[in-house]
């Protein structure tokens, strides 16, 4: 099914219903719905399955539905009948579906609630709802009836997002932990709601000039130092930020702001809890069967079975779910390579292999093909996003031509390359020197997005301040030209947190960012950096016109590997776009440097990483460079620098 649309909400024909049931016969289900579901084609299932508040024969109440195949017997239990599990039946359908339903009176937004189900081996489970919109506070478990209901005032931002999201304009992310970005500065141990976070975020982003926040993941998940990874309530926000409105009220801040929202999503694996997907029926019903492909060891998680088609129909709502309720712009997925091939992380001997013998996925594949295409055919603008770390060819490549179909795709090659090169000492980058030019080898092989994530500020990799070699300068220095060859190299730009402004700390999920450090020179200089960055970014058109081909970058010298210097060029739609960007990775000043440009116009410096104002040494080029007629660096013109140590600087002509 090309488009998924909006299932019609006729009934199923029923009798008329019996009102002397503690649960009434009731249905959301037509025939189609259940066709779709069975087929792996439904794609909004949330408007079906979980906990809905409705009327019924004029009697306000809840309809309850759950699939459970294998069960014999599913009942709805809470506080309301004193988790009895032989008070509320559900009523299985006729169908083959396996879904259980049924139409509790009386039960109110708010109430908490589980499934009691009874396997077909007599064992017994007691579980959330997959579907629910709201889950209690954990360490507690249930899950909440609650709606999604809200009145979004972004229609203006989302009447230009097919615009402002689009690959040909600049993609600046900034990525946040909603739990640690900042605490109740009353109560650091409180987290604040997202409602509560907004009205110093939003400005916050604005001001430093990023056009998008990736949240890492907002949905339900029991285990706080799993950063949100591991996810029992696919559909409910997490009531550590509040309630699913306060997570709504933080995005339309953002898009009032026109700051696009990025979720993280994860629909790799999900923890072994008791009250979570695991053996939802007393079966492996949602992993699969088989623990080869079934059970991550790294994790100690558990792997979706992607070859069943309702679980790809859970998936796939799923993701509709967000950019149609919560008005997300865009789904960053988590972990693509360990669905990807079943020997991602295992030994050869321990994996399992396709009917072809191989390591690839089938089923993770046409998913992942499945949820690209329903995802960009219901919805303008937004985009998805692979964090993807193997070879896998056509990632970001089009469906129809083989291809995954994502809009783009995590450089996580660029990321390690870059950051092995800046921690060596200056003196000996001579000898790496290709190991930073590489990278444009396979630049444009796939839209790529230049990640700095939380990844690389944990678990002893050091905060990004301390990877950098040097005194205390020359750290500062190191990391502002860092940020400078990010924002100019080809491909959108991801930061974390705390990156801005060189966090002296790894990132600490229990506690705020320290934020006061910015009462201290060089690292207010860092934030500086970052900001005028985005902002010459969002400004120069040959930065992110072609972010993802070959037609907007040139290079002009990549060899100088003695003085580690590197001078290339960007390119926008005009002629007048050009900038010519020259980088210095030593403390040695270098005066009177020669570079090839391409027209005979004056030239002017209009951005340089070692201004005073950031922090740096104040070493400029003032004023308009007249180019001469020597031909260098294969251009036509020339003209002669000053490169200030460990900087970048950005040039422009007047033409």
């Known amino acids: 099914m090309p488009k998924t649309k909006k299932v019609s909400e006729k009934k199923t024909a029923i009798a008329k219903v019996d009102t002397s049931k503690s649960v009434w016969v009731h249905s959301l289900f037509t025939d189609y719905d259940?066709?779709?579901?069975?087929?792996g084609k439904h794609f909004r299932l949330y408007e079906k399955l979980g906990s809905h508040l409705i009327n019924v024969e004029k009697t306000n109440g809840t309809y309850f539905a759950v699939w459970a195949p294998n069960a014999i017997r599913v009942s709805v239990v809470g506080n309301f009948n004193q988790w009895d599990?032989?008070?509320?039946?559900l009523h299985k359908r006729w169908d083959k579906s396996g879904i259980w339903e049924g139409f509790l009176p009386g039960i109110a937004?708010?109430?908490?609630?589980?499934?009691?189900?009874?396997?077909?081996?007599?064992s017994e489970h007691l579980k959330g709802d997959p579907y629910a919109r709201r889950w209690e506070h954990p360490p507690q478990t249930a899950s909440v009836v609650w709606d999604t209901d809200y009145s979004w005032k972004d229609k203006t931002w989302l009447s230009k997002r097919a615009k402002m999201n689009a690959l040909d304009q600049p993609i600046s992310v900034y990525e946040i932990h909603l739990g640690s970005w900042e605490r109740d500065p009353d109560n650091p141990e409180r987290v604040l709601t997202a409602r509560e976070v907004a009205g110093r975020l939003v400005p916050y982003v604005k001001e430093m000039g990023f056009t998008h926040v990736e949240l890492m993941p907002v949905m339900e998940f029991p285990f706080f130092p799993s950063w949100g990874y591991q996810i029992t309530g696919y559909f409910g926000a997490s009531s550590r930020y509040g309630t699913p409105q306060d997570l709504m009220y933080l995005i339309e801040e953002l898009h009032k702001a026109n700051i696009a929202v990025i979720l993280d999503w994860v629909p790799s694996h999900f923890p072994g809890d008791r009250h979570g997907l695991y053996e939802f029926d007393g079966t492996h019903l949602y992993e699969h069967a088989d623990m080869r492909k079934g059970f991550h060891p790294d994790w100690k998680s558990y792997i979706f079975n992607y070859d069943r088609p309702e679980v790809r129909s859970f998936l796939?709502?799923?993701?509709?779910?967000?950019?149609?309720?919560?008005?997300a712009d865009g789904l960053r997925v988590d972990a693509v390579a360990s669905m990807l091939y079943f020997n991602f992380s295992r030994e050869d001997g321990d994996a399992a292999t396709n009917d072809q013998g191989g390591p690839e996925n089938f089923g993770a594949i046409q998913f992942l093909q499945d949820l690209n295409v329903a995802v960009y055919g219901n919805f303008s603008g937004v985009q998805t996003i692979a964090e993807e770390s193997s070879t896998y060819p056509g990632v970001t490549h089009p469906v129809h031509a083989g291809?995954?179909?994502?809009g783009m795709k995590w450089m996580m090659g660029w990321m390690n390359d870059t950051l092995?090169?800046?921690?060596?000492?200056?003196?000996?980058r001579k000898h790496h020197h290709h190991q930073l030019s590489f990278s444009m080898t396979y630049a444009f092989t796939e839209n790529f997005m230049l990640p700095f994530s939380h990844d690389e500020v944990v678990h002893g990799k050091s905060p990004m301040l301390y990877k950098m070699p040097g005194d205390e300068w020359q750290k500062f220095a190191n990391l502002r030209a860092l940020y400078g060859y990010m924002f100019t190299h080809?491909?959108?730009?991801?930061?974390?947190?705390?990156n801005e402004f060189g966090d002296t700390n790894e990132w600490n999920f229990t506690q705020s960012l320290d934020w006061h450090l910015l009462q201290y020179a060089p690292?207010?200089?860092?934030?500086?950096?970052?900001?005028?960055?985005?902002?010459?970014?969002?400004?120069?058109?040959?930065?992110?016109?072609?972010?993802?081909?070959?037609?907007?970058f040139e290079w002009l010298d990549a060899d100088n590997a003695n003085e580690s210097v590197f001078v290339f060029m960007r390119k926008g739609p005009k002629a007048k776009d050009t900038l010519i960007i020259a980088l210095n990775f030593t403390p040695v000043v270098r005066e009177n440097y020669r570079i090839g440009v391409p027209f005979k116009s004056k030239w002017k410096e209009i951005f340089n990483t070692d201004d005073i104002i950031y922090y740096g040494s104040g070493i400029n080029n003032r004023g308009d460079i007249v180019p001469s007629t020597e031909g260098f660096n294969r251009q036509e013109y020339s003209i002669e620098i000053t490169l200030p140590p460990l900087a970048l600087v950005v040039f422009k002509s007047a033409k």
Not at 85 to 89: I, R, V
Not at 403 to 406: E, P
Not at 490 to 498: E, V
Not at 533 to 539: A, E, H, S, T, V
Request: aromatic share 20%.
């Open 490 to 498: 080809p491909g959108a730009k991801l930061l974390f947190m705390g």
């Open 523 to 552: 690292h207010k200089g860092m934030q500086e950096t970052v900001k005028a960055l985005n902002f010459l970014y969002r400004k120069e058109p040959a930065l992110y016109h072609f972010n993802f081909s070959y037609e907007g």
């Open 420 to 428: 092995k090169y800046f921690k060596v000492d200056t003196l000996g």
């Open 109 to 122: 937004k708010g109430e908490i609630y589980k499934y009691f189900v009874k396997g077909f081996d007599e």
């Open 34 to 39: 259940i066709d779709l579901f069975l087929v």
């Open 403 to 406: 291809g995954l179909g994502f």
């Open 85 to 89: 599990n032989q008070a509320h039946p």
């Open 316 to 327: 796939i709502s799923n993701a509709i779910f967000w950019i149609d309720q919560y008005h």
